[in-house]
């Protein structure tokens, strides 16, 4: 091979995936694995070890997706592995309580000190949905406030896209959201305060809760300007209305008390997942005991899960945790991805390519536009068909990025300052190959 390909043949993948095409809705279990944002035939994975993936044809790849995020630890860790195995031995499911549970919730607990109770779900979209029901009976109120490319899983009232201005009413984003239960959903720019305080004109003592991606994730990486989270809880605690800290991503990944800890705003509720199940499914919502306390049994707020607390899932995210809790961690992973991000904006700029590199933390998105993003309209102006070259070219260069421009990528305590210099290394070629107009 030469010009750093390394990848050879992907004919096993494509031949699965024209099996699973007869199998599962366009042939995943979850949209983005389609590689329809890049185009190709998404690849298969056989097995991860560390910083590393391989496919089913063999492949070798640097792996900055993650599983999406949970794998801070990287795949396969020991401990991890370990707890898992151990807590396997003793049977796999009881729905019945397990110290387990607890354990976990001590962590989050000391991570967290806005959450005086935790209730662990089974997914980031079930936590989102149980803390705005919470929230709407804890106000006795209806409506709520997210922000444009903003994602808190896909329960009918959240997946809702903008009307024609801030103070309209929400759009189904989604065929079979009911539009009354998109009504109820106002969706306003991200990191834009004025129309928070429009939409709180426009409907007083109405609004029951803020959600937000205190860094937004689902559009990207995009930070939260200057004294935006501040004056979000001045607005919030102004109205009477409850501020939610979606930390799906951001928990135990850009701080161990996650976006809260690093920015010193404290929410009302904070929604937790990926990280917090080390790679195994779970989620989790807590918040104030006075609102903790609505939730059934102890009060009218009913949620239930016959696989909450799962103690497979509870031992992965205890074994993960734990790990995040040793000296430097944090530091190390703020290197490592300072490292990458700074090399890959300094890799586009040598091969002239417009190129942003937004970063907080170990999580990053290279978005293949000049100017900055700070919201999804700012987003929405990368240009995808380039996007999807550069992640062709890195593909063929062994280095596994997310399948979408808007997503963000994530670097692990199993990756080495090597990784992240070959991966630099890796770009200035494929941003080249990007920028052409043909592969």
């Known amino acids: 091979m030469t010009d750093g390909l390394v990848s050879t043949s992907t004919v096993r993948?494509?031949?699965?995936?024209?099996?699973?095409?007869?199998?599962?809705?366009?042939?995943?279990?979850?949209?983005?694995?389609?590689f329809r944002g890049v185009g190709g035939t998404p690849l298969f994975i056989a097995r991860g070890k560390g910083a590393t993936i391989w496919d089913v044809d063999g492949n070798r790849y640097v792996d900055?997706?993650?599983?999406?995020?949970?794998?801070?630890?990287?795949?396969?860790?020991?401990?991890?592995?370990?707890?898992?195995?151990?807590?396997?031995?003793?049977?796999?499911?009881?729905?019945?309580?397990?110290?387990?549970?607890?354990?976990?919730?001590?962590?989050?607990?000391?991570?967290?000190?806005s959450v005086a109770l935790v209730?662990?779900?089974?997914?980031?979209?079930?936590?989102?949905?149980?803390?705005l029901r919470l929230a709407r009976a804890a106000t006795g109120r209806e409506m709520l406030i997210k922000f444009d490319g903003g994602y808190h899983g896909h329960a009918d009232g959240l997946l809702v896209q903008a009307g024609s201005g801030?103070?309209?009413?929400?759009?189904?984003?989604?065929?079979g959201v009911p539009?009354?239960?998109?009504?109820?959903?106002?969706?306003?720019?991200?990191?834009?305060?004025?129309?928070?305080?429009?939409?709180?004109?426009?409907?007083?003592?109405?609004?029951?809760?803020?959600?937000?991606?205190?860094?937004?994730?689902?559009?990207?990486v995009?930070?939260?300007?200057?004294?935006?989270?501040?004056?979000?809880?001045?607005?919030?605690?102004?109205?009477?209305?409850?501020?939610?800290?979606?930390?799906?991503?951001?928990?135990?990944?850009?701080?161990?008390?996650?976006?809260q800890e690093r920015f010193r705003v404290t929410p009302d509720l904070?929604?937790?997942?990926?990280?917090?199940?080390?790679?195994?499914?779970?989620?989790?919502?807590?918040?104030?005991?006075?609102?903790?306390?609505?939730?059934?049994?102890?009060?009218?707020?009913?949620?239930?899960?016959?696989?909450?607390?799962?103690?497979l899932a509870m031992a992965a995210g205890a074994a993960t945790v734990r790990l995040l809790t040793e000296p430097g961690v944090y530091a190390h992973l703020e290197a490592l991805s300072a490292r990458l991000a700074d090399g890959l904006q300094g890799a586009a700029r040598a091969a002239n390519v417009a190129y942003t590199a937004n970063r907080?933390?170990?999580?990053?998105?290279?978005?293949?536009?000049?100017?900055?993003?700070?919201?999804?309209?700012?987003?929405?102006?990368?240009?995808?068909?380039?996007?999807?070259?550069?992640?062709?070219?890195m593909l063929d260069r062994g280095i596994y990025f997310a399948p979408s421009q808007f997503e963000a990528g994530f670097v692990s305590l199993a990756h080495t300052e090597a990784d992240i210099d070959a991966t630099i290394e890796a770009a200035a070629t494929a941003f080249k190959v990007a920028a052409a107009r043909e592969l």
């Open 64 to 113: 900055y997706l993650a599983s999406w995020g949970p794998l801070i630890a990287g795949h396969a860790h020991p401990g991890v592995v370990a707890a898992i195995h151990e807590a396997a031995n003793r049977g796999t499911s009881f729905g019945a309580p397990t110290e387990a549970e607890l354990e976990l919730a001590e962590l989050v607990k000391q991570a967290f000190p």
């Open 179 to 220: 539009r009354e239960s998109a009504r109820q959903t106002l969706s306003v720019p991200y990191n834009d305060l004025p129309a928070v305080r429009d939409a709180f004109q426009a409907h007083p003592g109405q609004i029951a809760a803020v959600i937000v991606e205190p860094v937004a994730g689902n559009m990207g």
């Open 360 to 393: 907080l933390g170990s999580m990053f998105t290279g978005f293949f536009c000049a100017q900055p993003v700070t919201d999804y309209a700012s987003a929405k102006k990368a240009d995808t068909q380039v996007y999807a070259r550069f992640f062709h070219a």
């Open 13 to 34: 993948s494509a031949e699965l995936f024209a099996r699973a095409k007869n199998l599962l809705p366009g042939g995943v279990d979850s949209p983005v694995r389609a």
């Open 270 to 311: 904070t929604c937790l997942g990926k990280i917090v199940g080390g790679g195994l499914p779970v989620g989790a919502y807590g918040g104030r005991g006075d609102l903790m306390q609505q939730i059934s049994p102890l009060g009218p707020v009913y949620q239930a899960g016959t696989l909450s607390g799962n103690p």
């Open 222 to 259: 995009v930070p939260p300007a200057p004294g935006f989270l501040e004056h979000l809880r001045s607005l919030t605690r102004e109205h009477g209305t409850l501020l939610i800290f979606d930390e799906v991503i951001t928990g135990f990944r850009i701080a161990l008390g996650g976006a």
């Open 119 to 131: 209730r662990f779900v089974s997914s980031g979209t079930e936590a989102a949905m149980s803390a």
């Open 166 to 175: 801030p103070l309209t009413f929400g759009q189904p984003d989604s065929p």
